[in-house]
């Protein structure tokens, strides 16, 4: 049995579907306002990143495939090192990882202003894959460390506010950053991203985070210091614990079809555009984003914030999602289009900020940081291979629509999954 019972909506103080929910958090709870504040700094400063880079690429290589290796550069050091990451999240200070991570990647990013012509293009690749490492052992501690500033009821508006805020800083940073490498160059973008993580540590040092782990075991064993140990004990446990596995597959499940990424970036630089400025992709993000954040916030006043209604609101989205791309294939202009992201990530932040919350809820503190960690490496990895397939079907020269039509379609075997998922847990209670 879930250890959650289900809510109706507005029984709460803090439900999650009305906006004085979030106003309540952040006045009432000054250690996640900080903590908050924090992260939604160094997102937008990723945004800007993201945005420079994909129009360097296209400057110096015009191929899809760039924008692809670029991504599986960001993707695959989670699936490499996210194991290890929850385990130095469960063993250590989150704080101290939190604020180290920043200040490591404020001096990475600057590397990229190394990159001049079309040789230096593998530099972008590497700095990439070194950002998103250290990115990777900040992200479980980040996750893990949630549920130590909030209170149960508290949970669901914090993920709410979490995932609106990434959004909002998506759509901002995504047109801004669009504005600013088209206007002073993607050089200025990447200054601007290495300035937010700076200050995302300075506020980070102002939050006492408590914490409920427990110290680590004394004496020495080659398992201890590997972490070998930790990652057997946290695959145990996810075992042991058949809903929490199941959670952990929300996202990969959205990732079969995560090459959408990349074709956000083809049609808004080629299919849609002229001018290869990176305008037009930054409207594309910017909708992804604006869909993200009220996506959560609309399901929880339609479904209310419960086990049951969050889990069924899940297999809805992979739905909406793939009538959205299927929609977005057959664009003939940027505004259908720009609609339609809007809607198809309406349901991928639903699926998101609903299993978040629901890993949040029901699994224990001393492994949070190794479940968190585990879901993300699956995440990347099956994004990852997504996002090869799509490069390839590019560069092989399949049209774009068609690549999309394809990855519309994928979003249904997940959710015929989940739905076939959530028929089983009806046989027994919530």
């Not at 990434?166 to 901002?172: E, N």
């Not at 504005?179 to 040092?205: H, K, L, N, P, Y």
């Not at 990652?231 to 996810?238: P, R």
Request: glycine share 10%; net charge positive.
């Amino acid at each position: 049995m879930d250890s959650t019972t289900d809510s109706k909506p507005g029984a709460s103080l803090y439900s999650a579907g009305h906006f004085s929910s979030y106003q309540r958090l952040l006045r009432s709870n000054v250690n996640y306002r900080r903590f908050w504040s924090s992260g939604v700094i160094s997102q937008a400063g990723d945004w800007f990143n993201y945005i420079g880079i994909f129009v360097l690429l296209n400057e110096l290589t015009g191929s899809g495939r760039a924008v692809s290796w670029f991504l599986i550069a960001k993707f695959l050091p989670t699936t490499l090192l996210g194991p290890m990451a929850g385990v130095v999240a469960d063993r250590f200070n989150r704080k101290t990882i939190l604020i180290t991570c920043d200040l490591m990647r404020a001096v990475v990013v600057l590397g990229y202003l190394l990159v001049r012509d079309v040789e230096h293009v593998w530099l972008v690749y590497l700095l990439a894959f070194v950002q998103e490492s250290i990115w990777t052992f900040a992200h479980p501690a980040r996750q893990a460390s949630v549920p130590n500033l909030c209170s149960r009821e508290e949970l669901s508006t914090a993920n709410g506010l979490s995932g609106s805020s990434w959004s909002i800083m998506l759509a901002i940073g995504a047109a801004l950053g669009g504005f600013i490498s088209a206007t002073f160059g993607w050089q200025t973008a990447i200054i601007g991203d290495s300035f937010t993580f700076i200050v995302s540590a300075g506020i980070m040092s102002f939050v006492a985070l408590p914490t409920g782990m427990k110290k680590r075991p004394a004496g020495f064993s080659f398992a201890r210091v590997t972490g070998w140990q930790g990652l057997v004990e946290g695959a145990c446990y996810v075992k042991a614990h058949p809903r929490v596995a199941a959670l952990l597959m929300v996202k990969s499940g959205w990732a079969l079809s995560g090459g959408i990424l990349v074709m956000l970036t083809v049609f808004g630089e080629q299919v849609f555009s002229d001018n290869g400025q990176g305008g037009l992709s930054g409207v594309l993000f910017s909708m992804r984003g604006l869909g993200a954040a009220v996506g959560p916030i609309v399901a929880w006043r339609l479904f209310g914030d419960g086990v049951a209604p969050m889990r069924r609101a899940i297999g809805a989205a992979f739905f909406i999602s793939s009538v959205s791309y299927l929609l977005f294939s057959q664009s003939p202009g940027i505004i259908l289009a720009a609609v339609c992201v809007f809607f198809g990530h309406i349901g991928g932040a639903i699926q998101w900020v609903f299993s978040t919350t629901l890993l949040h809820r029901r699994v224990e503190d001393r492994f949070r940081g190794r479940v968190f960690a585990a879901e993300m490496a699956l995440l990347t990895l099956v994004l990852s291979m997504s996002t090869w397939c799509t490069g390839q079907a590019l560069d092989i020269g399949i049209n774009p629509r068609t690549i999309v039509m394809v990855l519309a379609f994928l979003f249904l075997l997940p959710g015929t999954g989940w739905l076939v998922y959530l028929k089983s847990l009806s046989k027994t209670k919530y």
